[in-house]
T-cell receptor
Framework: DAMVIQNPRYQVTQFGKPVTLSCSQT?????MYWYQQKSSQAPKLLFH???????NEADTPDNFQSRRPNTSFCFLDIRSPGLGDAAMYLC???????????????FGPGTRLTVL | SQQGEEDPQALSIQEGENATMNCSYK?????LQWYRQNSGRGLVHLIL?????REKHSGRLRVTLDTSKKSSSLLITASRAADTASYFC??????????FGAGTQVVVTP
């Protein structure tokens, strides 16, 4: 089945130790998104790729970086995780927005990051 | 900043009852979408309603949209224990981005 896969599902890192979360998709979608979701809060968009074009949200901290080496894979790098970065990180994909077309996003199961 | 505000924050009902949750938003939209999230999992798209539509149905789901009031509602009829989840509305802007509300946590007891 076509899907969005995130690895690992659970990640524990130490304060300040770089960590990389990965996302892959078999849907062949042009757009990939990374969201941060803290407990009992709405998902918050960090950035997205439209093909190779990277789009950063204005309030995304510099500590967060992303790479998309090809259509299928996208990585979230947290250079120096702080305690406040503990959250669920959700990857999603979609086709590009076209007026009048459905633009649902397909989400992976998420990676729960713990920072010790 | 958060676009959608959801009401209520939490809802507890018994199987067979209907569950209604509301979403208000601030700016103009292209469409509004509802997503479901089981505990500790990703979001699953439920239904999309376009800005020129007023009501949409999908199985036991009914969504309404009132653009003059900038509000939407999601009704789940004949709820089941498996409907226990958090439900998020998300507005889709002209840049193709989704902004999510804080969600309504629904608990359906057998």
């Amino acid at each position: 089945d076509a899907m969005v896969i995130q690895n690992p599902r659970y990640q524990v890192t130490q304060f300040g130790k770089p960590v990389t979360l990965s996302c892959s998709q078999t849907l062949n979608h042009n757009v990939m998104y990374w969201y941060q979701q803290k407990s009992s809060q709405a998902p918050k968009l960090l950035f997205h790729y439209y093909d190779k074009d990277f789009n950063n949200e204005a309030d995304t901290p510099d500590n967060f970086q992303s790479r998309r080496p090809n259509t299928s894979f996208c990585f979230l790098d947290i250079r120096s995780p702080g305690l406040g970065d503990a959250a669920m990180y959700l990857c999603a994909t979609s086709f590009p927005w076209v007026a009048g077309k459905n633009n649902e996003q397909f989400f992976g199961p998420g990676t729960r990051l713990t920072v010790l | 900043s958060q676009q959608g505000e959801e009401d209520p924050q939490a809802l507890s009902i018994q199987e067979g009852e209907n569950a209604t949750m509301n979403c208000s938003y601030k700016t103009s939209i292209n469409n509004l979408q509802w997503y479901r999230q089981n505990s500790g999992r990703g979001l699953v798209h439920l239904i999309l309603i376009r800005s020129n539509e007023r009501e949409k149905h999908s199985g036991r789901l009914r969504v309404t949209l009132d653009t003059s009031k900038k509000s939407s509602s999601l009704l789940i009829t004949a709820s089941r224990a498996a409907d226990t989840a958090s439900y998020f509305c998300a507005t889709h802007d002209s840049w193709g981005k989704l902004q999510f509300g804080a969600g309504t946590q629904v608990v359906v007891t057998p």
